[in-house]
């Protein structure tokens, strides 16, 4: 099946730690991106690709990075710099006229 | 970054009813996008619309392209119990090789049954 996948799903950090994000995609897209979602607060974009071995910070890149170093890969380090990790995670990719998301990864800072 | 103004914000209806949302922005954009958020899941593109004027269903869900390119509404006809979710709107904005998404805050739909 052609879609998104993250993993993983649900992921516990102790405070401290790095943790990755996985986002795998089988669409052929150029373009993809990390979000994050907050209750009330709607999606904030962390980093976004163009295109292979280029990416570029959002509006709330600190604390975090990321690599393209594959087409279909784009994963996410949520480093121990990011002051509130806990979250709900999005990885999208996008055709010419349409953004797809992955099922999400909810991460915890414990 | 900005943002779109969707509204309602939240909505609790009967089922049966038939439910509208809207999107506005000060901005012009090429696309309107339409997503169902249900609880610990990722988005689910629902319609895409390319052009201004346009009107496109999906089953019970049709929306359209406003004719300024700066606003789009989705309507729900029949409301089911598993309509519930979070609904959002995304305006991407494309031109010389750069794209701009801005998404809006999501409107909630409880489905009394």
């Known amino acids: 099946d052609g879609g998104i996948t993250q993993s993983p799903k649900y992921l516990f950090r102790k405070e401290g730690q790095n943790v990755t994000l996985s986002c795998e995609q089988n669409?052929?897209?150029?373009?993809m991106y990390w979000y994050r979602q907050d209750p009330g607060q709607g999606l904030r974009l962390i980093y976004y690709?163009?295109?292979?071995?280029?990416?570029q910070k959002g509006d709330i890149a600190e604390g975090y990075s990321v690599s393209r170093e594959k087409k279909e890969s784009f994963p996410l380090t949520v480093t121990s710099a990011q002051k509130n990790p806990t979250a709900f995670y999005l990885c999208?990719?996008?055709?010419?006229?349409?953004?797809?998301f992955g099922e999400g990864s909810r991460l915890t800072v414990l | 970054g900005q943002q779109l103004n969707q509204s309602p914000q939240s909505m609790f209806i009967q089922e049966g009813e038939d439910v509208s949302m809207n999107c506005t922005s000060s901005?012009?954009?090429?696309?309107w996008l339409w997503y169902k958020q249900d609880p610990g899941e990722g988005p689910v593109l629902l319609i895409a619309l390319y052009k201004a004027g346009e009107l496109t269903s999906n089953g019970r869900l049709t929306a359209q392209f406003g004719i300024t390119r700066k606003d789009s509404f989705l309507n729900i006809s029949a409301s089911i119990p598993s309509d519930v979710g979070i609904y959002f709107c995304?305006?991407?904005?494309?031109?010389?090789?750069?794209?701009?998404?801005?998404f809006g805050k999501g409107t909630k739909l409880s489905v009394i049954p």
């Open positions: 669409l052929n897209h150029d373009a």
């Open positions: 901005s012009i954009f090429n696309t």
């Open positions: 999208a990719s996008r055709s010419p006229g349409e953004l797809f």
């Open positions: 995304a305006g991407l904005r494309s031109g010389a090789g750069s794209y701009q998404l801005t």
């Open positions: 690709s163009q295109i292979v071995n280029d990416f």
